[in-house]
């Protein structure tokens, strides 16, 4: 144990350290801004544009790959690294500073304490260059939504349980995937005019694509509720022959009559035979017991298995999945696919879907 004496010249001589440090941080940032404005003055010769989103994303993309270890954690690599980025730009504009109020973004749910959105959106502002900031509101009525968007000038929001249903008859405007689900979990407010989206949909779609085509496949879709319903429409859509299986019969046929497939009861399972096999239940997610929907007797080798939970991101159903041979896909993939098409209709850019799913894993698991 030091002694008060001791401890106090230990921080003497560690701050000595930390201004050398910072000296040099100093220095090397003056040549760093000094690079870039030599950047800005080329680009303003050749007429080039500025804001190279492509180039700003492949930094920090690098920069996150390169801190793999130490005292420096991914979301306050890039907390130091925005503004630099964003003062290096500054310097390319030649002083020309863009001095507007960030748009405001929004997470609403009930309970939404745990959601990982306002992370993963921030991270994407941040990586982009967006200048807009995401936050997390409690909501216990879905006109809540609506008032606080138009009232506080929200420009965006990302809805999630339980208003997903709710919220729908009370926005100005309905994309045609959103009315045809019957769900809403993104809403885009341009100028006081409120419109819908479902990016669910999107989000299992571009999961599965980006590994299987799915025209003509068959997909055993384990789940009647509302992430069952987006993901059997946007399998169809794209090709997919759909069949729900589900505990509840009478929702698993209403589901199946509605969109024109089949319908197989939850103790067939291990008779039935598909391509791709999708647990749309919360079976298996945490902290409820490490339980899998899926009879094992039920995974053939060579099929792809993707389950729809992602706290844990391996559930027992993708552990099992992939000991009898099948290719797995977890439910972080919908989670930010879903998220990467929200900031896509909120912003109007491409989503930097890595330094995203980086984000996420990362607090995945930070949070264990
Ligand atoms: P939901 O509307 O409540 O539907 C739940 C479905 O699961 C129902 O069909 C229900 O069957 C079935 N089910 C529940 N417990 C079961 C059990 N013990 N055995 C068999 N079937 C059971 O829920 P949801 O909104 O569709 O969400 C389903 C899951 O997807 C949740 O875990 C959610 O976290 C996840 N999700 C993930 C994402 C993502 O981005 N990865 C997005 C949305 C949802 P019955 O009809 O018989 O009750």
């Known amino acids: 144990m030091p002694t008060e004496s001791t401890a106090k010249i ?11 440090i910072d000296a040099q941080i ?4 003056k040549e760093r801004l000094s690079a870039a404005r030599k950047i800005g003055q080329l680009k303003a010769a050749s007429d080039a544009s500025v804001l ?13 790959a390169e801190n793999l270890s130490g005292e420096l954690g991914n979301f306050d690599l890039l907390k130091i690294y925005r503004p630099i980025i964003s003062a290096a730009r500054d310097l390319q504009h030649q002083g ?9 973004y929004a997470v609403f749910g009930n309970p939404i304490g745990h959601s990982l959105s306002p992370l993963m959106h921030t991270a994407a502002f941040w990586a982009t260059g967006y200048n807009g900031t995401c936050f997390a509101v409690e909501a216990t009525e879905s006109q809540q939504i609506v008032n606080g968007m138009k009232t506080i000038g929200i420009r965006g929001a990302s ?33 006081g005019v409120t419109k819908g989206f479902n990016t669910d949909c999107d989000g299992v779609v571009s999961a599965l694509t980006a590994v299987a085509d799915l025209a003509g496949k068959s997909v055993l879709l384990v789940g009647a509720g ?12 794209a090709g997919g022959r759909v069949t729900i299986c589900n505990r509840t019969a009478d929702k698993g046929e209403r589901l199946a009559l509605e969109l024109d497939c089949e319908f197989e009861p939850l103790d067939k399972l291990p008779l039935l035979e598909s391509e791709i096999l999708i647990n749309a239940t919360p079976v298996g997610m945490a902290p409820g017991p490490d339980a899998s929907v899926v009879p094992e007797n039920a995974l053939r080798n060579g099929m ?11 559930t027992r159903l993708l552990r099992e999945a992939a000991a009898a041979g099948c290719e797995t896909i977890d439910g972080c993939e919908m989670f930010i696919h879903q998220g ?3 900031f896509e209709i909120w912003t109007g850019l491409a989503a930097p879907v890595e330094i995203m799913r980086l984000f996420v894993h990362a607090a995945l698991a930070k949070n264990g």
């Open 96 to 104: 020309k500073r863009h001095a507007d109020p960030p748009s405001l």
């Open 26 to 29: 100093l220095e090397r940032l």
């Open 159 to 191: 809805v999630t349980i339980p208003h997903k249903t709710a919220v729908l008859p009370l926005l100005d405007e309905i994309d045609d995937q959103a009315g045809k689900i019957g769900a809403v979990n993104t809403v885009l407010n341009q100028s």
């Open 52 to 64: 190279d989103t492509g180039r700003e994303v492949e930094v920090l993309t690098r920069l996150l």
């Open 226 to 237: 509302g992430a069952a319903r987006a993901a059997a429409f946007g399998i169809q859509s």
């Open 10 to 20: 230990r921080i003497t001589d560690l701050r000595e350290r930390i201004n050398v």
């Open 304 to 314: 792809l298995v993707m389950d729809l939970v992602y706290t844990p991101l391996r």
């Open 340 to 342: 990467a098409r929200q």
